[in-house]
Structures are given as C-alpha cells and as structure tokens.
C-alpha cells in the first residue's frame, strides 16, 4: 500500500480493517500498539505471529523497517539489523494519531491522560519507551515485594531504581508540557471561541502530602528522586497494606481546565472534544517546530464523532498543513475538505476497505 505524501483517505463500513491498517502503521513508527491493550492482541486470531513491514522516505534516505509481533513481544529491523527500542529507528520517527477514543479522555480516568501525555513525550524523546518499561518493571517488582510483606532493606533495593527513573519521565513530561502549551492553548482558543483559556498542567500523586508539587519538578533530577524515593520509604506502611505504590508517575495526571475550573468535571461534550482537538494539534505544532516538518498523523474517523463545526476546522487545518496524513472514514464526503478544496489544496488518494483489502477508488 503506497500512502499518498499527503492525504490518504481509507473509507469503508463498519469492521472492514480501517482501524487496523492504521495499527500496523502505528506499530511501524513507535513499536507499540495504537488501540490494543497488549501486543498479542495484534495477532490475527488463530495464527501465532504478525508481521508489518514499511519503506520511509525520510530525509537520510530510504529505511526499510520490519516489526513482527510473537509470543507477546516485538522484534524489529531497520535495513535487516535488529533495533530493540524506537530511538534506534532513525532516532523515532514522529506520529500523531488522534482517534474517537481519544475524545473520552477528558471526561474519563487518569491512565488515558497519562497516555496520551507520554505518546507526544515519545515523539520527542523515543528513549521514553525504554524508561517507562524499565520503571512499570521495578513498579511491578516493588508491589510484588509490598503484597509479600517483603523486609525494608529488600524495598530499597527497588526503590532508588524506581526514584531515579521516575524523577525521569516526570520531567520529560513537564518539558513537553511547556513546550505544547502555548501551541495547544492557541489551539483551543480558535477552536473554541470565546471559551475560558485552555490550561495544561502537571498533577503529580502526592504534590501536597509528600513535596512532589510543582516546584520540585524544578529543582531538577536529583532533587526530585531524592523526593521520590522519600515518599516510597514515608508511605511503605500504607502501600504494604494497600498492596500497591501509591506515589510515582504512574500516579500523576494531566490537568485539563478550562481557566479555574477542571474539565473532567465541568466541560460539555463538545468542549471535551476541543480540548483533545487542541492538545493534538499543538502536538502537532510543537513537533513542526522541533523538526521542520510535520509529523505522520493518523486520524482514525474522527470526522464522525466532531460537530460539523469542529470537523471543518479540522478538515481545513489538515487541508493547509502540507504534512502526511491517513484518514480512515465510513462516509467520505466528510474528509473531502482536507482532500482538495480551497486555495491550499491537498492531493488525496482516496481507497475503499473491503473484507480487509485495500483498493484505489475515485474521489466521491
Ligand atoms: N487480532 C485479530 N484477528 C482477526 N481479526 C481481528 C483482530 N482484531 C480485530 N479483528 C477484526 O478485524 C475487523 C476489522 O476491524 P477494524 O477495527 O479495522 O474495522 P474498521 O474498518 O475500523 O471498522 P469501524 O468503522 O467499525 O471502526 C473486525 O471484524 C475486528 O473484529
Ligand atoms: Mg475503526
């Protein structure tokens, strides 16, 4: 399948494999899943492993990338050499993809937040994946030895990992925060006129309680392990009983207010869906400024789920932004703007997704 360099429009009925050709891409950029919850669900059903493979034009040259997926786990290869994280890929390869389930992060728990924080902070920084598995493992470890009663020296064997790491994405969070925020409040205001002002900020677990707040974050690394580490020693009473770590990125949330007031709790429906339009477009801008171009971004039916407000100012953002796009869509009339009207107009190539296969077909 040849993806148009600019816009690629993937339309098809309901369970027809839209969804799925965007995971395969996204799997090819980043190493991880877009919408799968584990790698092994990648895996057709009844067979025992996948594999994607994808030719990138960039500007070094061409790369040839293979990622198989078996047994649960990912290998890759550029140009045939095994990589085993995404910085190895020509140092991460940007992409952005915006789904309906990115809609409900607002209103939802703080996981989908996190998540959506540290797949733009991976974009910048491709080392992130490998931290954030090296910290869920001694996460793990340590909730394991917390449900055993383990004694307090064995704790602090993991615990010192664990604060360092953490103290690590943490602040690689905050940067891309400051980097996105001006981009995403700008975002928002056009997006939503005449809202409050669209605030992001970063809510660490135990900002109050155990000096995690925003000011340890800028006293740099060290000061904030030291922190850390602190507050997994003051609360191993409570995590014992409790039998989980109760402190650590893997507690904190993105804030998302709508000026003073919480939007998990006060945006309306279309606000929440402005607010997860504005992030991702100021994503999109703070990586055009760090690389020069834009990132590949998936959109996967979106149009559907926007009011046709919305929609049109997305379709139009698209439609100017000259970078690579794939959209996915059951009914094609709604991403014909960013196909190819106005002054700016964007070549589309348009394809229809039947039983899982892939053919050209015309414009509607
Ligand atoms: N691991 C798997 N093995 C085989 N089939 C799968 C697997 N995962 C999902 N499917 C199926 O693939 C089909 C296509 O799914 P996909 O999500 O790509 O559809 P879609 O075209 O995006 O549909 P929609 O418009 O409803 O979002 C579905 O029937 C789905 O159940
Ligand atoms: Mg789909």
Redesign the pocket.
Known sequence: MELSPHATV?A????????????ACYLLCTLRPL??QRLS???????EQ?AVTGRFELPGGVREVEVTVADGRRSARVDGKPVRDPDELFGGLAVVAFT?DDLALVKGGPEGRRRLLDRAVQNRHPAHLADARDYLRALRSRNQLLREGAPEAVHEAFEEPLSRIGARLRLRREQLLDELRGHAARAFAEVARGEEPLQLAYHAAGRDSDGLDADAALRGEDELAGRLLAAFRRRLPRDRERGYTSVGPHADDLSLALGERPARLFASQGQARAVVLAFKIGEIENLRRVHGRAPLLLL??VSSELDPERNTYLMRYLGELQGQVVL?T?DPNLVAAAAGSGPQSVRAVFHA?RE?RIERSEAP
Do not use: C, Y
């Open positions: 993937l098809g009925a309901n369970g027809q494999g839209k969804t799925n050709f965007l995971e919408r799968a669900e990648l895996v057709r059903f009844g067979r996948a309906p996967d039916d996915t059951t997704v899982g």
